[in-house]
């Protein structure tokens, strides 16, 4: 998993693990909206189907796919929040 590469420099921006790990997730939902936000903002269909070559690529879906594994939601104490 290409993450860990990421994840590897987290305290590089002041993040412990699981905080860059938390991170990490949010980003990737971000990222799986991106079309919405895009129509949304008045983006042309021509130009969502442009960068849907890019932004929806496998490499990048897969990686989207893998930021979930890497939360530590499950090792979170009960009653805790993100």
Known sequence: MRIGNALSEAGSF????RAARQEAVRI???????QRHFKAA?????????????LDS???REQRRHAPAT???A???RGQRL
């Open 75 to 77: 090792k979170r104490p």
């Open 14 to 17: 002041g993040l412990s693990e």
């Open 42 to 54: 008045g983006v042309t269909a021509a130009d969502i189907e442009y960068w849907a070559q890019h």
């Open 28 to 34: 990737a939902k971000v990222c799986d909206g991106w």
């Open 58 to 60: 496998e490499f990048l």
């Open 71 to 73: 939360s530590t939601a």
